[in-house]
């Protein structure tokens, strides 16, 4: 009896131990729980954890609580924040050749244009040049959310690119679609999602632009008045796991392969699940008022085309790698 006594304090202290020198790590999103990039999140911190047999525990600090999406990246490149998952978008402000994917080229793209870049050699280009900021983005890498669309609207109804004429509309906080946009005829004005619905309700804003069919089905806006929409598939965003390099500098590297590998088994779950919500998306914005309007195939290769005409400027004028995205478009193009 004294024996088993003695085993069981000794198992106790022990677990006490191992509780006491667990990594906490922290995972900051800008989205409210149930959306797919929480989801996504749950997901990793459930597979990090079981891979460590709990050494690394992981709290997720959803709808902003900790950081505003930019705000997160600054802290992932300082170290003061140790995971996340960030839109195309706003990344983009640090590396603005993630922008690449908005470009015109991509106008009228699908699903595996995207994947066919960024699963390939261009891809590991591109997360080597986010890593140069002091942020890793593990194996697996992104998953699609939708293809953009150019408007959605409250009052002012499009119904074709001459009707987005001084309309203004919130988009992403990435200066490529601002410059795409204000090319388009439209008035856009980068903002943190966090600040839209507000915008919306106190009529500040005409609507949205270069966002997709989710971000309004998940966000319910029909209910802060957004009643129309122009669909012409713009492009695309993709969200991307992140790691503070100077976290994974502190571990060791069996759990350093932890974090960064837990993420593979995750990536597939998110992009067959973004897949099958886009599905209904339409459906489900119309079912709620949300009136759709859609370009002629005709009218989107005309805007495409004239896209196309300003692309290297707003290649240039962003700070992007002219040979880098020329490379994309040839590997885009190719049979």
């Not at 195309?88 to 640090?94: A, N």
């Not at 600040?195 to 106190?202: D, F, G, K, S």
């Not at 991307?240 to 593979?264: F, H």
């Amino acid at each position: 009896m004294k024996c088993s006594k003695i085993l069981s304090a000794l198992a106790l202290s022990l677990l006490m131990a191992g509780a006491a020198n667990a990594t906490e790590l922290r995972l900051s999103v800008e989205t409210p729980p149930g959306h797919v990039r929480n989801q996504a999140a749950e997901r990793w911190a459930e597979e990090i954890q079981k891979e460590s047999n709990g050494s690394i525990t992981v709290s997720i600090f959803p709808g902003a609580q900790l950081y505003k999406s930019a705000d997160a990246v600054r802290a992932l490149a300082s170290g003061a924040l140790d995971l996340s998952i960030q839109a195309s978008p706003t990344l983009s402000q640090f590396e603005p050749n993630l922008s690449v994917i908005t470009l015109p080229i991509f106008f009228g793209s699908s699903r595996d244009d995207v994947r066919k870049i960024l699963d390939g050699s261009l891809g590991r280009e591109l997360w080597g040049m986010v890593e140069k900021k002091g942020i890793v983005v593990p194996p697996g890498g992104h998953f699609e959310f939708a293809p953009n669309n150019s408007a959605y609207t409250t009052k002012k109804v499009v119904e074709s690119y001459g009707d987005l004429s001084g309309v203004k509309l919130a988009t992403p906080p990435s200066p490529v679609v601002v410059s795409i946009l204000k090319e388009m005829g439209a008035s856009p004005v980068a903002t943190p999602r966090s600040e839209i619905v507000l915008q919306l309700t106190q009529g500040q804003i005409d609507g949205l632009g270069s966002v997709t069919d989710l971000t309004i089905k998940g966000g319910k806006l029909w209910e802060v008045g957004i009643a129309n929409a122009f669909a012409d598939n713009a492009g695309w965003g993709v969200y991307i796991p992140l790691v503070s390099k100077a976290t994974l500098d502190k571990l060791s590297e069996a759990d350093r392969k932890i974090v960064l590998d837990s993420w593979d088994k995750v990536v597939g779950w998110a992009r067959d699940y973004s897949a099958n919500e886009l599905a209904d998306a339409r459906a489900i914005n119309e079912q709620n008022g949300v009136a759709y309007h859609d370009p002629s195939t005709d009218e989107i290769a005309a805007m495409r085309e004239k896209m196309i005409g300003v692309q290297d400027q707003i290649v240039k004028d962003s700070g992007m790698d002219a040979d880098f995205v020329k490379r994309v478009a040839d590997t885009l193009s190719a049979k």
